[in-house]
């Protein structure tokens, strides 16, 4: 690590300066939000949850908590995984899986004690920072490494109190079905799905579609402590529960290494812990009362915050988003919740081909504008204003060539790699990162998809080292690999296939439609209906046998054509004793 410049512009050489810099960065980042706060509402929030967290505790009679069985530690125990560093009581994970029974028993009776207590035990709650530089970033800035938590091993397992909150949460349906983050059978395929087909539908019915994608700042870490024991409380989670879970938050504390050297022990005043299993599932919580719009549609990532509104007038577009930020600024203001208006984006998706008119008036938060643009990256999908991803398609493209580039050593045709093992890498590493979100984007014209139909066919010749005179098609067809188009075609009828039968509402609605070929106006669901690509056809109709191991290209030898009489050179010459003798 090279040396670190503080804010007083003073540099940090050895370790320990470097350990004490980057630990007092994150200090700051672990801290309250600085941005004005209302004091009648800090004070209601605090006094409130001092009242609640002295009284005992009292019992719900419908969801008791449940002691914790040997069973349930063993099976946390044998899902730890071997590879993780140990935290600051330098257990690995290996140990822990070859406890016997009786040890394993006793850490049982341990948790039993620490639930039955509302407890969580303070030296558990020490945490092991590292840095791992952020690629791109000056590494002379403190802020230019994102922190690795390392936890005990100990306070990871006793998190087994996870299931019991979400076994609560789910019964009672407390997460909003517009949240997709951090929940099972979610993705971010999904989400971008949500706002793709907004806008398809709204261009097939000569409408346009506005969005805000908002920048939220450090959301992780800016949690608010007694804002959300606050929330546990309105939302019934049970006080058992909320007590352990206000214990886990409070008086944690984390050293910075580096190399060897240890900073010295800071607080963590605000944000949920990294790594940590509750974690995500408390700040799915936390940001469950978000304020919903009638007109503009919500769109949540864990803190990818995102709301559309589909209309015929610009000027009606704008004031619905208009309305709909100024409830969210507010709530984000209310919550101790930083947003940078500046880096938030807004953009007005438009019909192709359609009439350029001058964006409409600017949306404002806290007095700053948020900037139009033409396009905006959401949940890594790149959205463009007339939404034919070409923008997407053309950086993942770029992307993967790179990959290739940096795998050049394994995949050419000196490499003693087998192509198996080739292919392997390429459907592993290089192929996936043009697939990604294929059912959002799978349905455009087939030529803005030959780019990537290119780099595989590059990929096939270099790795079998094909000639020239060999066709793409001969390539697919004897090593029996899909086309891009056809890869994408079957991961978009297993991704509808799921969303017409999952349990969210928002994702059944925005899967379940007609989409007609007739219509200029192409919708994501028009890939079920797109007819195979012949390459795809001749491997349906072919019986070829041909498998990879006996399929071998061998580049031709060409001889320059002989001139003169054969026996010129060094042919030996006929001797005098067979031209002496006579024809016959």
């Not at 203001?333 to 007005?348: C, F, G, H, T």
């Not at 994408?488 to 039968?501: D, G, L, P, Q």
Request: charged share 25%.
């Amino acid at each position: 690590m090279p040396p670190l410049i503080r804010p007083d512009k003073s540099v940090a050489f050895d370790n320990e300066e470097k350990a004490d810099c980057l630990a007092d960065s994150l200090e700051t980042q672990c801290s309250p939000s600085s941005q004005p706060v209302d004091p009648i509402h800090v004070a209601k929030v605090d006094d409130e949850v001092t009242r609640r967290t002295s009284l005992p505790p009292v019992d719900d009679p419908d969801s008791p908590l449940p002691p914790v069985t040997p069973d349930e530690v063993l099976d946390i125990v044998k899902r730890l995984k071997t590879r993780k560093a140990p935290g600051s009581d330098g257990i690995k994970n290996r140990v822990f899986q070859l406890f016997p029974a009786p040890l394993i028993m006793l850490m049982t009776a341990i948790f039993n004690c620490a639930l039955a207590n509302n407890m969580f035990p303070q030296v558990w709650k020490q945490a092991i920072v590292i840095g791992i530089p952020k690629p791109g970033k000056p590494k002379a800035s403190p802020s230019s490494y994102r922190p690795m938590s390392l936890l005990n091993v100990f306070g990871k397992i006793y998190e087994l109190i996870y299931k019991r909150l979400k076994d609560y949460v789910e019964a009672k349906s407390l997460i909003p079905d517009e949240q997709f983050g951090f929940r099972s059978e979610h993705s971010c395929v999904q989400q971008v799905h949500r706002i793709v087909e907004q806008v398809s539908a709204g261009f097939q019915r000569g409408s346009m579609t506005g969005a805000l994608f908002f920048d939220i700042a450090k959301a992780f870490d800016k949690v608010w402590h007694n804002s959300l024991i606050y929330k546990l409380y309105q939302l019934g989670v049970p006080d058992r529960l909320v007590l352990i879970i206000r214990d886990f938050l409070s008086n944690r504390t984390f050293r910075y290494r580096i190399e060897g050297a240890l900073s010295s022990p800071r607080p963590i005043r605000a944000g949920v812990p990294q790594g940590g299993v509750l974690s995500p599932l408390l700040f799915t919580l936390f940001t469950s009362n978000i304020p919903k719009s009638k007109s503009a549609k919500l769109a949540l990532f864990a803190d990818d915050t995102a709301i559309y509104y589909t209309g015929r007038s610009r000027d009606n577009i704008a004031k619905a988003l208009q309305t709909s930020a100024n409830a969210l600024g507010a709530w984000f203001r209310k919550w101790r919740i930083e947003v940078n208006p500046d880096k938030s984006q807004a953009i007005l998706f438009t019909k192709p081909h359609s009439r350029q008119a001058p964006f409409p008036r600017p949306i404002t938060m806290y007095g700053k504008p948020i900037p139009w643009e033409k396009r905006a990256k959401y949940l890594g999908v790149i959205l463009d204003e007339h939404l034919n991803f070409s923008e997407h398609i053309r950086t993942v493209r770029s992307r993967a060539a790179f990959a290739t580039g940096r795998l050049h050593s394994l995949l050419n045709p000196r490499s003693k790699l087998s192509f198996k093992g080739k292919l392997r890498i390429y459907t592993a590493c290089i192929r996936p990162i043009m697939t990604y979100a294929c059912a959002v984007f799978a349905h455009v014209k087939p030529y803005r998809l030959h780019r990537m139909q290119t780099l595989q066919n590059r990929f096939l010749r270099r790795a079998k080292d094909a000639p020239y005179y060999v066709r793409n098609e001969r390539l697919h067809l004897d090593l029996k690999i899909p086309t891009v188009q056809q890869f994408m075609k079957r991961i978009t009828v297993r991704f509808f296939a799921s969303a017409e039968k999952h349990s969210n509402p928002l994702i059944v609605s925005a899967a379940r439609y007609t989409a007609s070929r007739i219509s200029k106006i192409r919708r994501p669901r028009l890939t079920l209906t797109t007819p195979d690509d012949p390459i795809t056809v001749l491997q349906e109709s072919s019986r070829e046998t041909s498998t990879i191991r006996k399929y071998k290209l061998r580049r031709p030898s060409f001889r320059p054509r002989r001139r003169g009489p054969r026996n010129r050179g060094n042919s030996p010459t006929p001797t005098l004793a067979r031209q002496s003798q006579p024809a016959c």
